[in-house]
């Protein structure tokens, strides 16, 4: 089975969150169900300068308003295969793949992403002659146009769309419909029109074969005017479609044991060696050396959805019960600013680092006694995964993929010994401080403490099981798909006969 997946971010050549991970990790994982995936990626700097061996397999003279040339290199020690789009008027720019240097959205993205739509859909087609997808499947909204530019072109491959966040749906204005090459027919309430505009998203969840999420929740979320960002009515009406796998980790990158970034590896037999880690964080955030205070993290965007503003409300009861929180992460001003002032108020007790730093991240998983998720909507989120693989206890709000990952400590849970981390109902900073204080009296248990640990971080979170998922989602689409296409033949045939 061959998948193209298309994707704007692919870790760890080019990262701005989650999405980066699931489009790093997916090959390989899948490569062990027999699926030989390859990804196409926008040739960014990032991407480009750190891929030296790429050959050139098609070029396009006027690739919405400049040359492009499709490469294709087999990267890192696995030899993961990427076919770079190559176009330097649409992605020759620094920094962020979204964003220019004052933080707004570059004005052409829609040509940014319809392009690689686009292209992938003549990949689709057959533009790489030895190479014919049996799926696309595309990533969020910058992905959303390839089903769309495939339409129902004769031996097109099945499609797939997952949202890894459905905030974020690429809205244009719709005098962009000829310039970016759609069809008049596709501008409908059942196609990609949304509201008098183009929807990216709305297109891709229209047109594909197969929709999926990151999570169980997440998908029934979705299909509620409360998550569905407006889309819930038509994801409603493709339920039948809609799947939620619940993504994975790449526990190469992500294992306590083998970590290069970190102080001292350790594992769930050799916990003690935890304690390394959490003092070479305290010094890191500046906090005092306190072997026994509580210490809880956050890596993170700041932004509305991550709820970072109930964790400021609850910073007085964590401080009085004697915690410590490490944060780093960048985002809203407002949120940023509050972040440090907490800190300049408790100097010793709260520290703060601004800005996206990897390595620090995998510091923060190890060092911390808990990370801290209080997100008001969350498609999957990762950080809590990391967190029970380094057995730093996720605190989670209840949704999303955050309710279907972390088992709360509540009495039943730690009786029957399958508690692996603590939940509260979303968007209440009194509940989240509900979760702190439980939290606080776990830790005062330290052997109890120690057992939930363990058991966190003897969860499976890798990426064997969604692998399956994924992999029986395609055979599905294909068999549906190619077996339509035969029933079309032999429709076809008894009409003309
Ligand atoms: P989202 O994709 O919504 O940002 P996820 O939890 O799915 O949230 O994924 C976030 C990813 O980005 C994780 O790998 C997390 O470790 C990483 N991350 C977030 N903020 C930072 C930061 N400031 N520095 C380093 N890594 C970060």
Redesign the pocket.
């Known amino acids: 089975m061959r998948v193209l997946s298309v994707a704007s971010e692919f870790f760890p050549l080019i990262?701005?969150?989650?999405?980066?991970?699931v489009a790093g990790a997916m090959p390989g994982a899948l490569a062990a169900e027999d699926v030989e995936m390859r990804t196409l990626l926008p040739g960014y700097p990032a991407v480009t300068g750190q891929l030296t061996r790429t050959g050139a397999i098609a070029t396009f003279d006027d690739l919405f308003g400049g040359r492009a040339t499709l490469r294709e290199t087999a990267y890192g020690s696995n030899g993961t295969p990427l076919l770079i789009l190559d176009a330097p008027h649409l992605y020759d720019r620094p920094g962020n793949p979204y964003l220019g240097k004052d933080g707004k959205d570059w004005p052409d993205n829609h040509l940014r992403f319809a392009a690689l739509s686009w292209v992938a859909s003549r990949i689709g087609l057959g533009l790489i002659e030895s190479w014919r997808p049996d799926i696309i499947h595309g990533h969020d909204w910058q992905a959303g146009l390839a089903p769309v530019y495939l339409g129902n072109a004769d031996g097109r491959p099945a499609t797939v769309i997952t949202i890894?966040?459905i905030a974020f749906q690429g809205i244009f204005p719709a005098e962009m419909l000829t310039p970016l090459k759609l069809p008049r027919t596709s501008f409908t309430m059942d196609g990609l029109e949304y509201y008098g505009k183009i929807s990216f998203l709305k297109g891709g969840l229209a047109f594909a074969d197969r929709l999926t999420t990151v999570s169980p929740t997440y998908a029934r979320e979705i299909c509620t005017p409360a998550f569905g960002m407006g889309l819930d009515g038509l994801l409603r009406h493709r339920r039948g479609v809609l799947t939620g796998i619940t993504?994975g980790i790449d526990d190469e990158v992500w294992n306590p044991e083998t970590d290069p970034a970190i102080e001292k590896p350790y594992g769930a037999a050799t916990l003690e060696a935890k304690a390394v880690n959490k003092a070479a964080l305290q010094r890191r955030f500046g906090l005092d050396p306190a072997e026994g205070a509580l210490l809880f993290c956050v890596?993170?965007?700041l932004t509305a959805?991550?709820g970072l503003d109930l964790l400021l409300e609850a910073l007085p009861s964590m401080l009085a019960q004697g915690g410590q929180l490490a944060l780093?992460?960048?985002g809203e001003a407002s949120l940023q600013e509050a972040f440090l002032a907490a800190a300049r108020n408790h100097p010793g007790r709260i520290g703060v680092v601004l800005?996206?730093?990897?390595r620090?991240?995998h510091q923060m998983q190890a060092g911390a006694d808990a990370i801290i998720?209080p997100s008001r909507f969350?498609?999957?989120?990762?950080?809590?995964l990391?967190g029970l693989r380094y057995g730093t206890l996720p605190i989670v709000a209840r949704v999303g993929g955050l309710a279907d990952t972390v088992i709360d400590a509540n009495q039943a849970a730690l009786l029957d010994g399958v508690a692996t981390g603590f939940q509260f109902a979303a968007d209440s900073a009194s509940e989240l401080q509900t979760a702190l204080d439980r939290a606080f009296e776990l830790y005062a248990d330290r052997p109890a403490w120690r057992a939930v640990q363990r058991r966190a971080m003897g969860r499976k979170v890798d990426w064997s099981v969604p692998a399956k998922a994924y992999a029986a989602l395609y055979r599905g689409a294909v068999e549906e798909r190619t077996g339509s296409r035969s029933e079309e033949r032999r429709v076809g045939k008894e009409c003309r006969s």
């Open positions: 990262k701005t969150g989650g999405l980066a991970d890894h966040n993504n890596v993170s965007r959805q991550k780093l992460g960048s800005g996206y730093d990897e620090l991240s998720v969350e498609p999957c989120g990762l950080t809590q990391y």
